[in-house]
């Protein structure tokens, strides 16, 4: 899932998305320091694991993911 960061939800529209989800990707060249922490809360309370990015690139971000998977599979 992709979220543009354009959020009338807020927190709330965040959760939803996040837990639908086995992994999250924090691009932080492209994220502010509240996103960041509502992002951090909501992946530590679901139990979700949380990774950064440094950059924009949505190719670094998949190759981080599945560098995580085969660690952890």
């Known amino acids: 899932m992709f979220h543009n960061g354009k959020s009338k939800g807020g927190k709330k529209e965040l959760k939803h998305i996040i837990q639908k989800s086995d992994c999250v990707v924090v ?6 320091h ?32 599945i560098d995580h998977f085969k660690q952890t599979a």
């Open 27 to 32: 691009l932080l060249g492209a994220v502010g």
């Open 34 to 65: 509240v996103s960041m922490n509502i992002v951090k809360d909501i992946c530590k309370k679901k139990g979700i694991s949380l990774l950064f990015h440094n950059g924009f690139g949505a190719s670094g971000a998949i190759q981080l993911c």
